[in-house]
């Protein structure tokens, strides 16, 4: 019970410092004139306790995406924005969630974010729905 105890508190500490990281960084996804900058997506469920701001250049992107994942089980539908990099890396943008019910709307709640960055960094806006395997680019 102590270790369980121990775990928890090392993992609301870790969670502490994350989200104050994140407020004093400020920056959630940004569009430089150079640069895009943002917070990488999360490999393991620890890694995202560590990760920083990172700033590449923005000739190294290779795509927006907006990332839609239905779970009709659970009865839950989220939308993702990514800026994905060469190198397999990927930059995390807003997200949105609701009813599976309403995954058009969910997926209507970030599309106008998408597109504007698309548009921003000349890129087609790929829609993804992982769980059916379909990618439509469209291009601004």
């Known amino acids: 019970v102590a270790l369980m ?7 609301g500490v870790l969670n502490l410092i994350r989200s104050v ?12 004139e150079t640069t895009v900058a943002g917070y990488p997506e ?3 469920w620890l ?6 701001v990172q700033q ?3 000739a190294q992107v290779r795509a927006v995406t907006l990332a839609i994942y239905r779970d009709p ?6 939308a993702k924005l990514r800026i994905e990099l060469e190198g397999g890396v990927a930059l995390v943008g807003p997200e949105a ?6 995954w058009p709307k969910v997926r209507e709640a970030l599309l106008p974010a998408a597109a504007a960055v698309a548009q921003a960094l000349g890129k087609k806006l790929v829609l993804d729905h992982p769980a059916s395997g379909r990618r439509l680019e469209v291009r601004w």
Do not use: N
């Not at 089980?73 to 989220?78: I, L, Q």
């Not at 969630?97 to 309403?102: K, M, N, T, V």
């Open 5 to 11: 105890l121990l775990a928890v508190a090392v993992l």
């Open 21 to 32: 990281r994140r407020a004093r960084e400020g920056v959630r996804l940004a569009i430089g």
């Open 42 to 44: 999360a490999r393991s």
């Open 47 to 52: 890694s995202d306790y560590f990760v920083r």
């Open 56 to 58: 590449p250049p923005r």
């Open 73 to 78: 089980k659970r009865g839950v539908a989220r």
């Open 97 to 102: 969630s609701g009813e599976d019910a309403q």
